[in-house]
C-alpha cells in the first residue's frame, strides 16, 4: 500500500506570494492532517478535514485555509507569505479521528 | 487546554547503552498517547501506541513504553541503543486532534 505522498518536497517562495501544497493520503483513508514544523515552535496543528470537512483547526491566521476533495486528497494555501512562514509542512493521514496517523515527507517551504 | 511536555531536550548515549526518553501529559482523562520518531529532513515514523489494556506496550525497532496513569507519564525505553537511532523523537497525546511534545533529540556514539 503505498504512503502518503505531499508535493512538491521543496519550495522556494518570495514575501507576498501564495503557495498550494498537495497532499495524497494512504487510500482508505478519509482524514487528513496538516502541521507546521520549525525548530522554534515544534510541530503545530494546523487543521484536519474528513470526508471533505474541516473538523477542527489549529490556531493559525486566515491566511492558511485548505480544503479536501472527493478522493480524499487535500490542499492547503498560505496567502500573503511571510518570512516567519518558512517551515516544514507534514501531511498526515488516519482512518479516522484518534486513529495512528501516517505521515508525509513533508513539503519545505521556504519564503524569501 | 492538554499539553504534553518531554523534559530532555537533547540527550547523548553510546552505542549499546539503554535509554529512556521521558514524557508527561496534561489532561483529565486518559488520552491515546503515542511515540513517533522523525530522521532528519524526513515525516513521522510511529513507533508505538497506547489506547489502553495493558500499560506496557511494545513497538518496532526495539522500542517500549509504559504508560503510568498516577504520573501522567509514558515514556520510552530501549534496552540497547544502535547508532541508527540517532533521531529527533515526539511524544503525542490525542483528544480532538494530535498534540506533540516538543521533541527530544538523541545522538548516539560509537
Known amino acids: 500500500k503505498a504512503g502518503v505522498t505531499q508535493t512538491p518536497r521543496y519550495l522556494i517562495k518570495t514575501r507576498g506570494q501564495q503557495v498550494t501544497l498537495s497532499c495524497s493520503p494512504i487510500s482508505g483513508h478519509r482524514s487528513v492532517s496538516w502541521y507546521q514544523q520549525t525548530p522554534g515552535q515544534g510541530l503545530q496543528f494546523l487543521f484536519e478535514y474528513f470526508s471533505e470537512t474541516q473538523r477542527n483547526k489549529g490556531n493559525f491566521p486566515g491566511r492558511f485555509s485548505g480544503r479536501q476533495f472527493s478522493n480524499s486528497r487535500s490542499e492547503m494555501n498560505v496567502s500573503t507569505l511571510e518570512l516567519g512562514d518558512s517551515a516544514l509542512y507534514l501531511c498526515a493521514s488516519s482512518l479516522g479521528r484518534g486513529g495512528e496517523q501516517f505521515f508525509g515527507p513533508g513539503t519545505r517551504l521556504t519564503v524569501l | 487546554a492538554q499539553s504534553v511536555t518531554q523534559p530532555d531536550i537533547h540527550i547523548t548515549v553510546s552505542e549499546g547503552a539503554s535509554l529512556e526518553l521521558r514524557c508527561n501529559y496534561s489532561?483529565?482523562?486518559?488520552?491515546?498517547l503515542f511515540w513517533y520518531v522523525q530522521s532528519p529532513g524526513q515525516g513521522l515514523q510511529l513507533l508505538l501506541k497506547y489506547f489502553s489494556g495493558d500499560t506496557l506496550v511494545q513497538g518496532i525497532k526495539g522500542f517500549e513504553a509504559e504508560f503510568k496513569r498516577s504520573q501522567s507519564s509514558f515514556n520510552l525505553r530501549k534496552p540497547s541503543v544502535h547508532w541508527s537511532d540517532a533521531a529527533e523523537y515526539f511524544c503525542a497525546v490525542v483528544v480532538q486532534n494530535f498534540v506533540f511534545g516538543p521533541g527530544t533529540r538523541l545522538s548516539v556514539l560509537p
Open positions: 489532561y483529565g482523562a486518559t488520552p491515546y
